[in-house]
């Protein structure tokens, strides 16, 4: 199990063979199991089997490939819609707009697609996460009809696999880890020996070859804003008002 | 697999065995097998050891049974600390502040988290995510020396279960599953037929028995604004802030 675990890499690349309805189900119904915070169960998967909104899908997503690839593309969101029906047959409203009702609901949609993603590896799928959904939320949103309360937080393809990347090196376990206390000062030198460490596997993989190191990579990529609009799009459903 | 999955349960009753120092790390490599978000690997975790240190934090949590009982206790946070250092060895620097850095971080972590409660329970141990970690998170940040752009999501206790709960029925895949477009339509059927499913569990389990149906509780429950300063709180530490 934990060698499953640790065999997991992202697969871009599909065989064309399909994955049924019921297995689909078997697979959401696994993934189901994971904690919920108070058990709100505040999640939604949209299954988008339609071609046409498959291709906008991938072209909203700027992940053409793995999209239309794929035997299967998901998107999970984060949803306090349902808890909406729910409160209003007991004569109540729900308070989607605190940070901490946002937090639950992103916690819990995160939750369940990782349980999601260890079900369908262990029955030799492979999968994607598709960050992408977030490029072009608002259109995507409509794209799938989804209301108030209901945000798109990541897609997810999967399918039998056509061509499996290397496992990449994680920082080590040190470099996360603190015990009773945040020890930022260790950061200088683990993130020296693991540069080190991105450097010789990039440099040695078998394709997209490189020569950078993580810290390089993470200071290119975080110093730009990112998505810009999140926060107006995240408050346009109802998130995130207080 | 599958069967390992859907056997989940929140365990609040631990044996007094300990979980080696070997164990934790070769369970947390496994975890962070999961995918994170352009790799950035925005997480820590604090292992909570020292006695006194763990007293508060089970105070703090307002869990004291499963914090104080557990053989392990750990709060897992959002980390973008760790990323300011590695743009800083380039001379650039983070926009920690954005909406879309806080949702890739919170995102990382539950991914980390929910690779760590797989690995867990597939070596017999149980586990209890501890949402309570934000019923006082500017204490518990000071208690662990919390840096800005780290703020703790949840609190994960293990060991070996003393005692293990019944399995909770979960929504029906129909309910959280939406083909293409999201269907609002079909919660009121199967929200009534979801409540009975839960009354007749909650009825029938052999303790804390109760007469309701899942819809009353999350009526109850999310009707008040629950943890109101969390936004102050996640400000405070340099997310959110546009």
Not at 28 to 34: F, G, N, P, T, Y
Not at 129 to 154: K, T
Request: charged share 25%; proline share 5%; with cysteine.
């Amino acid at each position: 199990m934990l060698k499953l675990l640790k065999s997991h890499v992202s697969v871009r690349k599909y065989k064309d063979e399909p994955v049924s309805d019921e297995t689909l189900h078997e697979l959401i119904a696994a993934a189901q199991a994971a904690a919920s915070s108070h058990f709100v169960q505040a999640y939604s998967i949209v299954d988008v089997t339609d071609p046409d909104k498959r291709d906008q899908l991938a072209e909203l997503s700027k992940n053409p490939v793995q999209i239309k690839g794929a035997a299967r593309a998901l998107v999970f969101c984060a949803d306090l819609k349902r808890l909406d029906y729910a409160a209003a047959k007991h004569g109540k409203t729900v308070e989607a707009g605190t940070t901490e009702n946002f937090m639950v609901a992103v916690i819990d949609t995160a939750l369940l697609a990782q349980n999601f993603v260890v079900a369908a590896e262990s029955q030799g799928y492979g999968i994607c996460y598709i960050g992408g959904v977030r490029n072009n939320p608002e259109p995507i949103s409509r794209l799938l009809g989804l209301p108030d309360h209901v945000i798109p937080l990541f897609g997810l393809t999967f399918g039998v696999p056509a061509q499996t990347n290397e496992v990449k090196p994680r920082l080590p376990v040190e470099a996360i880890l603190h015990t009773n206390e945040y020890d930022e000062t260790k950061y200088e030198t683990l993130l020296d020996d693991y540069d080190e460490t991105m450097r010789q596997y990039y440099a040695s993989r078998s394709s997209n070859n490189k020569a950078a190191g993580w810290t390089e990579g993470m200071a290119d990529y975080l110093s730009e804003p990112r998505r810009a609009y999140m926060r107006d799009f995240v408050r346009s459903k109802g998130f995130l008002q207080t």
